[in-house]
């Protein structure tokens, strides 16, 4: 049987229907955030809106992809999952690099020290604090996937020995990883990387895939046992193309050979929510893009984007 781990414990993939595989609810401070004030999440209220009106449609998991160093909250997510019944499966690690300070413990610590700390984030709990030290306090919901994000068209400083840390992180505690590729770079890179760490590609969800244009990228970085992760951001016709693996190519040959998505979503920005006043909002996924594929022939392609690809991408081995 296999499981997910959320911020209120294990539960069975087969408990699982529509997930979104990546998204951010309590997002709310540090570097990337004070640059970019629209990254702001920080507001509970408003984040158990967007989840319920998603639920109404459907919605009954979130893989909730905040890494450390952004404001993450474990107690603002387990009161989130409580309050709305929706499932959310929290995060540890980091993205990209030029993200945290550069006299982060990240680039001090060494591999065996950051596996150690992740572990605990997934087995014991996660730090309400998200590890700035020096003293943590420790909450009762768990990590259930392991972020590691790569700069573009390199992979960054320190990132050898984030991605060994990673590596052991998943070896010890059987974690999926996700990875933050940016504009979908250093794709193969960073999954050759992993696999050298001891991580199987079919536990690696790489992001923002979809993002590079050279479609030669997506499938190289999309070998056959591991997930790119999609995310919908242009308009909808090309996502229905795209980003979904469909379309462009018709037929069950043409399907194929592409990438499946693992997932869709990342409406990380305040203007991206109903609920702040902005658009689309959390449940537009569910409310419009859906039912849209659905009648334009391709359910199985959102059945696979939205329940089976994600809970088979982020159980833990
Ligand atoms: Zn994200």
Redesign the pocket.
């Known amino acids: 049987m296999s499981r997910v781990r959320t911020v209120m414990g294990d539960v069975d993939t087969d408990q699982l229907g529509v997930m979104f595989a ?3 609810l309590l997002m709310t401070g540090g570097w990337p955030v004070l640059h970019e004030p629209d990254y702001r999440l920080d507001d509970l209220p408003a984040a158990a809106t967007e989840l319920r009106a998603a639920a109404a449609h459907g919605l009954s998991a979130v893989v909730e ?2 890494p450390l160093g952004f404001g993450r909250s474990p107690r603002g997510l387990a009161q989130l999952a409580r309050e709305t019944g929706v499932a959310i499966i929290a995060t540890t690690g980091f ?1 990209k690099v030029e993200y945290y300070d550069d006299l982060h413990w990240l680039h001090r610590y060494s591999a065996d020290q950051i596996s150690r700390l992740l572990i605990e984030e997934i087995t014991v709990g996660m730090d309400e604090y998200g590890l700035v030290g020096p003293y943590a306090d420790r909450t009762d919901a768990r990590a259930g996937v392991i972020k590691i994000g790569t700069r573009y068209h390199r992979l960054g400083r320190s990132i050898g020995k984030l991605i060994e840390a990673v590596g052991m992180a998943h070896q010890e505690t059987g974690a999926p990883v996700a990875t ?1 590729n940016d504009k979908g770079t250093c794709g193969h890179e960073v999954l050759d990387a992993l696999v050298a760490a001891g991580v199987q590609e079919r536990h690696v969800v790489l ?2 895939i979809d993002h590079n244009a050279d479609p030669g990228a997506a499938r190289r970085a999309g070998r056959p046992r591991c997930v790119p992760r999609l ?1 919908p951001a242009r308009p909808d016709q090309v996502r229905a193309g795209q980003r979904l693996g469909g379309a462009a190519g018709r037929g069950r040959r043409a399907r194929r050979r592409r990438p499946a998505a693992a997932g869709l979503r ?1 409406l ?1 920005r305040r203007s991206y929510w109903r609920s702040l006043g902005g658009g689309p909002g959390l449940d537009y996924l569910l409310r419009v893009f859906a039912p849209r594929m659905r009648a334009e022939g391709h359910a199985d392609l959102v059945d696979a984007a939205l329940t089976v690809n994600p809970a088979r991408a982020f159980a833990l081995r």
């Open positions: 990546h998204e951010h992809m905040t993205h933050h992001g923002h995310r990342d990380a």
